[in-house]
């Protein structure tokens, strides 16, 4: 398989696509294991200690974080790194992430040269376990999502969320076949009313349709927890209460992550209101989603979706080592990365063709 350099302001490093990130991402997932390698001094100074680099997320069975953790992992393992990847496998809450956090910060301390990369369920509650974390002198790293103060936070790798989700307005819009002087319904599905990745994409979006869509009415929002069941079911629940034969009939979904995009869908190819790809007109609700999942492309292809946001964990998972690693060795980040590094996102359409779409789908177990 082919390696694809890519580039987001820091130096190059490099990427595994296709089968290669499949196959990193299982042994990333068999290999966890927690690291005790007692006291040594930490970032700048000099240490003959293996580094240790702790990895907690939210809901890491999510084909984003799996996608994060091969990246992660083989980053890792070309440093000689001590990879702990950790967070409920299916959960993204606080109150799942937290115990995680501190169990971790606890191991960190006695594992030093090490480091924390977090990726906040919500950026309040894990505040203070980042303070605390930062007294006991181990750098935090932000993933994905972010502390509520930065000022706390050595580095900070994500997605463009802001421009997804203009960009996602842009794409749900021309689904709908949206023209001046008509209205247009549709609602927001969403993991947590707190992420920032969830509140920076809704922004954009509601940002987005306030300056080009007037005629798009945002009727409600909803929060899954990043279970695609919870996000079925409120998705169904909608159904039900626009109905197409209602005064207010549903016109459109912005589903802001991946799990959201899976309940979605499958709610809508149960009620027979799902587009394909020659048919997304009255009577079908158009679909725009959040995240290259497999699962999720495919039902791009068939027109399920009007387009999915992509975003590409696997290199945020390669930058948060590499910057962590770089940091516990030099005291500093690497040369020409700033402290917020942000990433590009991509739009697939149903009308990518294969090889476009096969090169932004996440890695999978």
Not at 24 to 35: D, G, N, Q, W, Y
Not at 79 to 91: A, E, K, T, Y
Not at 187 to 193: E, F, L, R
Not at 225 to 231: D, I, K, L, R
Request: with cysteine; net charge positive.
């Amino acid at each position: 398989m082919n390696k694809e350099s890519l580039t987001s302001g820091a130096p190059t490093r490099t990427r595994w696509t296709g089968a290669k990130a499949v196959v990193a991402a299982s042994l990333a997932v068999s290999s966890i294991a927690l690291v005790g390698l007692g006291s040594a001094s930490v970032a700048g100074a000099s240490s003959s200690k293996k580094i240790t680099i702790a990895f907690v997320v939210g809901a890491e069975a999510d084909p984003f974080f799996i996608s994060m953790n091969a990246g992660a992992q083989a980053e890792a393992t070309k440093l000689h790194v001590d990879l702990i990847w950790q967070g409920n496998p299916s959960q993204y809450s606080p109150s799942t992430q937290i115990p995680v956090v501190q169990q971790v910060t606890t191991q960190l301390a006695s594992a030093k040269p090490s480091a924390l990369v977090l990726g906040p369920t919500d950026p309040k509650a894990l505040e203070p376990y980042v303070k605390v974390a930062v007294k006991k002198h181990i750098p935090v790293f932000n993933v994905d999502s972010q502390d509520a103060s930065l000022k706390n936070i050595t580095g900070f790798v994500t997605g463009n969320n802001a421009q997804g989700g203009q960009a996602a307005a842009d794409a749900l819009a021309g689904a709908m076949g949206y023209t001046a002087g008509k209205t247009y319904n549709v609602v927001v599905g969403m993991t947590s009313p707190t992420a920032t990745t969830n509140v920076l994409r809704y922004d954009g979006f509601k940002a987005e349709i306030a300056k080009k869509y007037p005629g798009i009415k945002i009727l409600a929002e909803a929060y899954s927890q990043s279970s695609p069941t919870t996000a079925n079911t409120n998705i169904q629940n909608w159904l039900t209460e626009y109905s197409q034969s209602s005064k207010t009939p549903l016109n459109g979904i912005f589903a802001i992550d991946g799990t959201n995009a899976e309940g979605a869908a499958s709610a809508l190819q149960a009620g027979g209101l799902a587009c394909s790809k020659t048919v997304c007109g009255s009577g079908h609700v158009a679909l725009v989603g959040y995240d290259a999942y497999s699962s999720n492309v495919s039902l791009l292809s068939s027109g399920v979706f009007a387009a999915l946001i992509a975003q590409d964990p696997y290199q945020e998972g390669i930058d948060s080592v590499f910057n962590a690693y770089t940091y516990l060795k030099t005291g500093k980040l690497p040369k020409g990365v700033s402290k917020t590094t942000t990433l590009p996102n991509v739009t697939l359409l149903s009308t990518s063709n294969s090889t476009f779409l096969a090169k932004y789908t996440y890695a999978t177990a």
